[in-house]
Structure formats: structure tokens, C-alpha cells
């Protein structure tokens, strides 16, 4: 099986019982890796983006598993979102809506089988840029954030449910935040040189989100409303 020999790396794992876990990442150099808990032993599972289509291999980042049969993957193959669903006998690539450049995925996040959020940026040597991507148990595709800068970047997204999600990240002008209430995203820039890498919502009426502030201090945001 390819990549079998070469240094496994995992990047994400999620399970529905003590005998159904999953676990992704990569074989270096040769592509995408998922495996398999059963309750007894790990077992390498193949799938469409295990072989290399380029010098860089494909990847994958982060599992969200529903059931035994509908478990999602969510990677980057040629610096391309890359989406892989596993029906209970195999995994399949669903393909990636149109993009107008190459993005590579930073962040994803699920709050069920009909809300998944993928957010990216553009890749290195371009100009920095962020796309979000939904899936709403049909397909996949682009969902318009606002254009806050001519440069921005996505580096995590959090999701508590379909009306209540949020990006985070940074642009020229400082830290970046954005929330979809289930209609559109809105955007608010904080003060200049800081910097999001991570957010959590732990309830419809809550949000945290930590990075670096212009010094590199270590910076911790909440969001709370009645």
C-alpha cells in the first residue's frame, strides 16, 4: 500500500464508540493516510488521495465521523481543498466547488453531519487571501465572507451550530474576527499587529479566541452576550 515504510503523521482523529475511531494525516511523502480503530487493533484503510499527485502529497487534516457510514475528511491536495466521505465500505473524493485561485484549507470545524465549515487562506508567494466553504449535507460550496482588506488570512474556525459560527485569523489592520448568524458572515478588525490562531464556541451566546498580540504577548479574546 502506498506510503507503507515512510514516517506516518496524524493530524485529527474522532470516533463514535470505544470500537469506531477514526484517525487522518499524512504518509510523508506519499500522500493521504486514514486509519481505522475497531476495539482491537488500528488497520490502514485506503483511499483515493493516498498516491502523490505532485512533489507535495496530498494530506489530511481533520475527521468528522456522523456514523458508521458517513464519515467526512477534510485535507489540501495540490494546494486545493481536499474532501474525502467514507460510505461505510469506502472512501470517496467529493469534489471541491470552483475557486477562483489555489487555497489551502486552515481550519475546519462541524457541529453535525449538515454544517461543516472549511475555512483557507492562500498559499505562500501569493497575495493572502480567505475563502470560507460550507457543506449543508448536499454539497459543498463557497460561502462570500467580507472583504475586509486587500490582505487577509483564515487560521481557524469553530461552529455551534448552522446559525452560529466564527472565523478567526488577522489582516494588514490586526486581528481578525468573523461570525455567520446563518445568513451572512460579519466581520470586525481589532487593534493593529494582533494576531488569531484558534476559537472555540462553547454555547450559542459565547465564543472564545487566543493568538499574539503586536509584542507577542500571548492574547486571549471573549465574546459573551445575555
Known sequence: MAGQGDPPTFASAGG????DIWAVGSWWPSGALTVHWDGSKWKVVGNPAEQASAAR???LGWVF???HNDVWAVGE????PLFLHWNGTRWKVVPSPPLDRQYEPTGAASSGRTDIWVVTSTPGGQTLRGQ???FDGDK???VKSPVVSD???FNAVAAFSPRN???VGYDTNGALIERWDGTAWTAAVLSEGDRLNAVSAPSANEAWAVGSDRSGRNLMLHYACA
Open 65 to 67: 465521523p456522523y456514523a
Open 57 to 59: 502529497g496530498p494530506s
Open 77 to 80: 491536495r495540490d494546494v486545493d
Open 151 to 153: 490582505t487577509f488570512w
Open 132 to 134: 470560507t466553504l460550507h
Open 16 to 19: 463514535l464508540s470505544p470500537s
Open 140 to 142: 459543498w460550496k463557497v
Open 165 to 167: 459560527a466564527w472565523a
